[in-house]
């Protein structure tokens, strides 16, 4: 059964548990496969949550604030129009796409869909190759994974394996895609501290993959302190075999033996030390990119794309815990970051952790060339209470092409999937929405859209436990996006939709 429901009336019963003091500090550490918060004195993924709240949670779906058990809510003006369970086992992540194909990234491999027909996706191939997160990517004939945990060797058959075996491997893996039916490994780079996730910077005779990761406790001993830069791979397209690591540029240069990152807790209690990047964003059409990286916002330049230069920098020491992505307007004269707060294992959008904390942040871009600084504008976190017993968190998201307005399409995990504009900095706004109730009203568990992406026409989501997920959304401020066509999406490799 869907229902449509205003997103404004999800705030009174909800926020109470979760909110407790251990979870306003928690901070983002890191297992092999993903982040997660401390316990803190709120409820972590997994556990039970008191008998109080589960009551709470099945009063307030009874009253009708938030939906049942996997009901389907959405906005009058979004359209589930199909979805296709999950193909593999493990948790569904990232997505990319090229031409009628949708490539939908899992921590078990990948899976490939055929999305000539959004109404109706098929499966073209599934391919098996564990390696947490395995974020996705396409550049041509290539296919790109990252495995952000230790394992036995580079293959697909590798298992998991303490991080200080001295045979342990993570970093990034290629495939030849050629044949969607039957996608060939051809090559992989090692990588140090493995790559959380990646982002490909395009040439015509090589891809540069520019690998993020961090430096999450003292089991890692090759993500010991500072290690606050990136990789950068070159990937030759004629001969992937011969991809090799050719620069590894320092974002934060500093003294210490922390590097020049932020500090993090004790000094700034809550928020993460710097010790490398989420995520990085690239703008290839202005030789600029921004990047995510812990407790630091950063944007930089991209005229060597081996040798990238950091312009500016800025900190959040008062709502930001962990900036987790990054997103360009078209202009370029607009950034959001997101903050995952509670390390995408925590339920944060509720009324007590309340409307700037885990939120989105708008900066503005002002000034010219070497000289561009980012400047706050304000924060956006969506505007419907979500229970206790839902992971949420602000995630990946892209642009929806619109001249002359900013408005983009993001998932929430549990939160669901939000459009918002941003055209105003200072006055973001949601404009639709969908979303599931609690898949569990007894224990907080990870589910919900990871990413969710505009590629001509439709809005495709990820759901980490229900699988892939195809929207439309019919709606006047967005309907000029229907006749934007690209031949590749790569969100992170941002296009110029326009040019």
């Keep these: 059964m869907i229902l449509l429901k205003n997103p404004r009336t999800r705030h009174?019963?909800?926020?109470?548990?979760?909110?407790?003091?251990?979870?306003?500090?928690?901070?983002?550490?890191?297992?092999?496969?993903?982040?997660?918060?401390?316990?803190?004195?709120?409820?972590?993924?997994?556990?039970?949550?008191?008998?109080?709240?589960e009551a709470e949670v099945r009063a307030a779906i009874a009253d009708g604030e938030i939906p049942g058990k996997d009901e389907i809510v959405h906005s009058a003006n979004i359209?589930?129009?199909?979805?296709?369970?999950?193909?593999?086992?493990?948790?569904?992540?990232?997505?990319?796409?090229?031409?009628?194909y949708a490539f939908s990234g899992n921590f078990d491999g990948f899976v490939i869909y055929d999305i000539s027909n959004p109404k109706a996706p098929k499966t073209v191939s599934q391919v098996l190759c564990p390696g947490s997160q395995n974020d996705i990517s396409v550049s041509g004939n290539l296919l790109f994974l990252s495995t952000d945990s230790s394992r036995t060797d580079n293959s697909c058959n590798s298992t998991t394996q303490p991080a200080t075996e001295k045979s342990s491997w993570e970093g990034i893996k290629v495939f030849d895609i050629r044949d969607k039916a039957n996608p060939k490994y051809v090559a992989a780079v090692e990588t140090a501290c493995g790559s959380h996730t990646h982002t490909l910077v395009p040439e015509r005779k090589n891809v540069y993959v520019y690998v993020s990761s961090y430096s999450p406790n003292a089991a890692y001993p090759d993500c010991q302190p500072p290690h606050d830069g990136i990789s950068v791979v070159k990937v030759p397209r004629n001969s992937p075999q011969n991809a090799a690591v050719v620069s590894f540029p320092v974002l934060f240069p500093g003294e210490g033996p922390?590097?020049?990152?932020?500090?993090?807790?004790?000094?700034?209690?809550?928020?993460?030390?710097?010790?490398?990047?989420?995520d990085i964003t690239v703008l290839p059409s202005k030789d600029l990119a921004a990047g995510a990286c812990m407790g630091d916002g950063i944007l930089f330049s991209l005229k060597d794309p081996e040798n990238p230069k950091v312009i500016d920098r800025v900190q959040d020491n008062v709502n930001f815990a962990f900036w987790h992505s990054a997103t360009f307007n078209q202009k370029a004269n607009k950034v959001v970051f997101t903050?995952?707060?509670?390390?995408?294992?925590?339920?944060?959008?509720?009324?007590?952790?309340?409307?700037?904390?885990?939120?989105?942040?708008?900066?503005?871009?002002?000034?010219?060339?070497?000289?561009?600084?980012?400047?706050?504008?304000?924060?956006?976190?969506?505007?419907?209470?979500?229970?206790?017993?839902?992971?949420?968190?602000?995630?990946?998201?892209?642009?929806?092409?619109?001249?002359?307005?900013?408005?983009?399409?993001?998932?929430?995990?549990?939160?669901?999937?939000?459009?918002?504009?941003?055209?105003d900095?200072?006055?973001?706004?949601?404009?639709?929405?969908?979303?599931?109730?609690?898949?569990?009203?007894?224990?907080?568990?990870?589910?919900?859209?990871?990413?969710?992406?505009?590629?001509?026409?439709y809005i495709y989501s990820n759901d980490i436990a229900k699988g892939f997920d195809v929207l439309k959304i019919n709606d006047r401020r967005t309907d000029p996006a229907?006749?934007?066509?690209?031949?590749?999406?790569n969100v992170q490799t941002q296009p110029d939709y326009f040019d």
């Design 79 to 100: 359209e589930h129009v199909a979805n296709s369970p999950k193909a593999l086992a493990s948790l569904n992540s990232d997505l990319t796409f090229q031409g009628k």
């Design 425 to 457: 900095s200072s006055k973001p706004k949601e404009i639709a929405y969908f979303e599931r109730g609690p898949v569990d009203t007894e224990q907080l568990t990870t589910a919900g859209p990871w990413s969710a992406y505009y590629y001509n026409g």
């Design 12 to 53: 009174r019963r909800l926020g109470v548990a979760a909110a407790a003091a251990g979870l306003l500090a928690a901070m983002l550490t890191a297992g092999p496969a993903a982040a997660t918060p401390d316990p803190g004195d709120g409820p972590t993924v997994g556990e039970e949550v008191s008998r109080s709240t």
């Design 258 to 278: 922390d590097g020049g990152g932020n500090p993090g807790g004790p000094t700034n209690p809550g928020v993460s030390k710097t010790t490398g990047c989420h």
């Design 482 to 489: 229907k006749r934007v066509r690209l031949g590749e999406l």
């Design 339 to 423: 903050d995952e707060l509670g390390g995408g294992g925590a339920a944060t959008c509720n009324a007590a952790i309340g409307p700037n904390r885990g939120a989105d942040g708008i900066y503005d871009i002002v000034g010219k060339g070497d000289k561009r600084k980012l400047v706050f504008r304000s924060y956006f976190k969506i505007p419907r209470y979500q229970a206790d017993v839902e992971v949420c968190v602000a995630h990946n998201g892209s642009l929806i092409p619109v001249k002359g307005k900013d408005i983009m399409v993001q998932a929430w995990y549990q939160g669901g999937v939000s459009v918002w504009d941003f055209t």
